[in-house]
């Protein structure tokens, strides 16, 4: 794990963050913003036209800025090279996503706000470099729907409105061991029927082409739905290649577990890894029968 994610930088981290926040204005007037879609939007062209999407959330970001390994995926030049190529990708069945504070600032909360202007102003002047410049991208929050908002009387239309993805479908879910997705909630219930193939909830790279593999042998008119981290990237565009629909879904399971207990900040959910909040990457046992049917596959690194 890098020291820079550690406590002991706790202070530091803050008082940096507000010198970045003070030069976001003269940051993005410098490198100006890409064109990006909105949530509702984004969700939208997802249902009506059946596109896929890669979503990039500030951890990928850095990973691609400063080559830096994050807390659960060690730096490798390949995923590196496949964020490079994904962002100017073009085809118009596979939407790249970035991050709400890339669209807008506008009903974040105060602390959501600061974060965004402090990871714009230090990691945009790169990221930028790797961006498509008359590209337009779409919003990759369509996962992110509560959180982060001080006004949340939106979040259970936008649920609602993302569920129609799956509604009569046949899905696998492509999650991280111990992501459980679904699991406890009835984000999934009008889905048709669910499969699901685990892969690791660290450095899941290390399976990417195991699990690639496999899902290309699962149905072509599946809607696979990933869970995995910066892996996911590659993986829903590779499927994605194939002619199959592949959603980068991210930490959506979690913002639903999130809204329907009304949470204030971020909490532990038990039995599903939360990788933002502390003690939330030691996850208990679940015992579902259910749950254990619906695995087709498993992928994980040795310990």
Request: with cysteine; charged share 25%.
């Amino acid at each position: 794990m890098n020291l820079q994610y550690g406590t002991i930088f706790k202070y530091p981290r803050r008082g940096f963050k507000y010198f970045l926040s003070f030069l976001y204005p003269v940051i993005i007037k410098i490198y100006p913003l890409p064109k990006i879609m909105s949530i509702p939007d984004t969700i939208d062209k997802l249902i009506t036209d059946g596109c896929s999407i890669c979503r990039f959330g500030d951890g990928e970001l850095l990973y691609l800025a400063e080559k830096r390994s994050l807390p659960f995926q060690k730096q490798n030049s390949r995923l590196r090279q496949y964020f490079k190529d994904i962002l100017v990708s073009d085809y118009d069945h596979i939407l790249i996503g970035l991050p709400v504070g890339y669209y807008s600032l506008k009903n974040l909360k105060p602390s959501s706000r600061l974060n965004w202007r402090a990871i714009i102003s230090w990691t945009y002047p790169t990221v930028n470099n790797y961006l498509k410049k008359d590209k337009i991208y779409y919003n990759a929050s369509m996962t992110r729907l509560y959180m982060d908002y001080q006004d949340r009387s939106h979040s259970q239309i936008w649920f609602k409105k993302i569920m129609c993805l799956w509604q009569d479908r046949d899905i696998i879910l492509v999650e991280g061991e111990k992501s459980r997705l679904g699991i406890g909630n009835n984000l999934f219930e009008k889905a048709k029927s669910i499969k699901r193939i685990i892969g690791p909830a660290h450095d899941a790279f290390d399976q990417f082409d195991s699990i690639l593999t496999f899902s290309k042998t699962q149905s072509k008119n599946a809607l696979y739905l990933i869970a995995m981290g910066p892996t996911a990237k590659p993986l829903a565009f590779e499927l994605a290649l194939t002619g199959r629909q592949a959603i980068d879904i991210g930490n959506l399971d979690i913002e639903y577990e999130w809204f329907l207990r009304k949470a204030k900040e971020k909490i532990k959910i038990n039995g599903k890894y939360v990788n933002e909040v502390k003690g939330g990457r030691n996850v208990i046992d679940i015992h579902d029968d259910n749950y254990k049917k619906q695995i087709i596959a498993k992928f994980l690194n040795e310990a």
